[in-house]
Nanobody, 114 residues
Framework: VQVAESGGGLVQAGESLRLSCVAS????????MGWYRQFPGRGRELVAA???????YYADFAKGRSTISRDNAKNSVYLQINSLKPEDTAKYYC?????????WGQGTQVTVSS
């Protein structure tokens, strides 16, 4: 397994989800990791990122509602999203912050009903 995301689902607006990602050590170890989302027919956009020291970055639309975290011992990164909105409906992926990265996982679908 290179990268495997999980934790998505169908939820109602206002609910929360915790997305999980486990990556191979070569992809994860020492790397800045990010969660991205993709809408149908569009490219991926960065939601949040975290470096190996735990410093975080959030896109404006994610600030205040999202928390990214990582467990270096488990080669895992997580994204907690609260107060979900219908416009958060997308497929979510995790990957290193690397423009050349190509070994994307299958992603996990988040669908928010109004």
């Amino acid at each position: 397994v290179q990268v495997a995301e999980s934790g998505g689902g169908l939820v109602q607006a206002g609910e929360s989800l915790r997305l999980s990602c486990v990556a191979s050590r070569s992809i994860f170890s020492g790397k800045d990791m990010g969660w991205y989302r993709q809408f149908p027919g569009r490219g991926r956009e960065l939601v949040a990122a975290i470096n190996s020291a735990g410093e975080t970055y959030y896109a404006d639309f994610a600030k205040g509602r999202s928390t990214i975290s990582r467990d270096n011992a488990k080669n895992s990164v997580y994204l907690q999203i609260n107060s979900l909105k219908p416009e958060d409906t997308a497929k979510y992926y995790c990957a290193p912050i690397d423009a050349t990265f190509s070994r994307w996982g299958q992603g996990t679908q988040v669908t928010v009903s109004s």
